[in-house]
């Protein structure tokens, strides 16, 4: 069934593509962007719906490259539906699934399951990742060539990293041969240990062990020798540390393909956060120094890191429950991704155009998606964000199963107020005026 044409008039529109910015109006037919009327109101098509963004932001929206979402095999803690619902929400418009499940992503056929189950029960774009060992092992490679005809859109092991050197070489190899994207959780588990929280005198202070940088460094340091030898598409999916931004900087300036992510906790959250051990603030990598939170929020600014991920990792009350020590990694962050990283802005750390370039335009290019864009014929992905709306976080108000969410009871400034995918209203709030 076609959609009635949709105006959406009185905007700032923000085109992070192209860096330009301005008031106007955009109009969407059939799911897609239809024309673009940069300072201007154009007339509404016979039988348009019409939605007054009120002023507000309207921009391309949010692309995730990092969520575990639960379903196949752990739908008491998120399923496709509610991650997607927590998505809307927060204005992600797609987000790509880690291969993390029960049974894991490492075949066609699930690969195929959770394609339909998404388009069965998702109100935002579901992309699968696809494990790059059989089970997450480490060990027997998965079929690159299978899997992407199948639908998936990168390969990872998610929350391993692959610390077989030599199949990690032949997974580059691979990925360069098949043209397929790798993304490495980048942290040498032997180095990492029984380690709960960053090493330094936070953690003496708290008596838990330490997970040193090293632990990141390391590893990536490794990987990037083996994409000098390979020529293979490398991303790290979360860097951490000062010492990780130099890493990828050279990489970088020798022209290798190499990019990365970083989660939205490590830039606006320190160890500190953790205060009286609060087992929210329990992630991996785990959150540093504020002078390493410093160095990536500086990275971010300048375009050396190139997206910014959620990490979104719910967890249920047995698993957070628990002494610090002894609770597992991950929180919730789809929902809350938007509204966390405008604390950048408006602390005069990055602009927001630079920041939604990191949200939405190069988690696009680097997926090969022609989402992340205001440009006529491109899907209308899109979000209204209303930037300065004041708002005490509620975990009971999450649309996610789990509540663990490091930012409960957090003060944030600014929210998406709608949410667009392929031209549908997924998420609507209360300050929009609409007429037919």
């Known amino acids: 069934m076609s959609l009635r044409p949709l105006l959406l008039s009185n905007a700032r529109l923000i085109d992070p593509a192209i860096g330009r910015e301005g008031p106007g109006a955009v109009l969407v037919r059939e799911g897609r962007i239809a024309d673009i009327a940069w300072g201007s109101v154009p007339a509404a098509p016979d039988g348009a719906e019409i939605i007054d963004c009120a002023g507000h932001i309207l921009a391309p929206g949010l692309i995730d490259m990092r969520a575990f979402v639960g379903e196949p095999g752990a739908e008491h803690r998120e399923t496709l539906a509610s991650a997607s619902a927590a998505a809307a929400a927060g204005g992600v418009t797609t987000l790509v699934c880690m291969p993390d499940t029960n049974p894991v992503i490492d075949g066609p056929a699930i690969v195929d399951f959770v394609l339909r189950r998404a388009r069965d029960t998702a109100s935002v774009n579901v992309l699968p990742a696809a494990a790059i060992t059989k089970g997450l092992a480490g060990a027997e490679m998965t079929e690159f060539g299978l899997l992407r005809e199948a639908g998936a859109v990168a390969f990872t092991d998610g929350l391993k990293a692959v610390t077989n050197a030599q199949v990690m070489r032949r997974a580059l190899t691979y990925a360069r041969d098949f043209g397929v994207l790798l993304m490495q959780h980048a942290e ?103 002078t390493d939170r410093l160095a990536v929020v500086a990275a971010l600014a300048e375009g050396l890191i190139d997206v910014v991920v959620s990490d979104h990792n719910p967890q249920d009350v047995e698993t957070k429950r628990l002494p610090f020590a002894e609770a597992a990694d991950g929180a919730l962050g789809i929902e809350t991704l938007l509204g966390a990283a405008l604390r950048l802005v408006h602390t005069g750390d990055i602009a927001l155009p630079q920041l939604l370039r990191a949200l939405t335009t190069r988690p696009a290019e680097i997926l090969g998606r022609e989402a992340g864009r205001l440009a006529v014929g491109a899907p209308a992905d899109l979000i209204v964000i209303d930037p300065d709306v004041p708002y005490l976080l509620d975990k009971r108000h999450l649309k996610s199963r789990s509540k663990n969410s490091p930012f409960d009871e957090a003060r944030l400034q600014g929210a998406a107020v709608l949410t667009l995918v392929g031209g549908k209203v997924v998420h609507q709030g209360h300050d929009l005026s609409e007429a037919a």
């Open 188 to 290: 040498e588990p032997d180095l990492v240990g029984d380690g709960v929280m960053n090493e330094g005198e936070m953690a003496s202070r708290l008596g838990l062990h330490g997970i040193p940088r090293e632990a990141e460094t390391v590893m990536l340091e490794r990987d990037i020798r083996l994409v000098r030898l390979t020529g293979g598409r490398y991303h790290a999916a979360m860097i951490s540390c000062a010492d990780s931004v130099e890493i990828v900087r050279r990489a970088k300036a020798d022209g290798l393909p190499v990019t990365c992510g970083v989660s939205v906790n490590n830039l606006v959250l320190n160890e500190g956060d953790i205060g009286h051990y609060r087992t929210f603030c329990r992630l991996s990598p785990p959150l540093r120094h504020e």
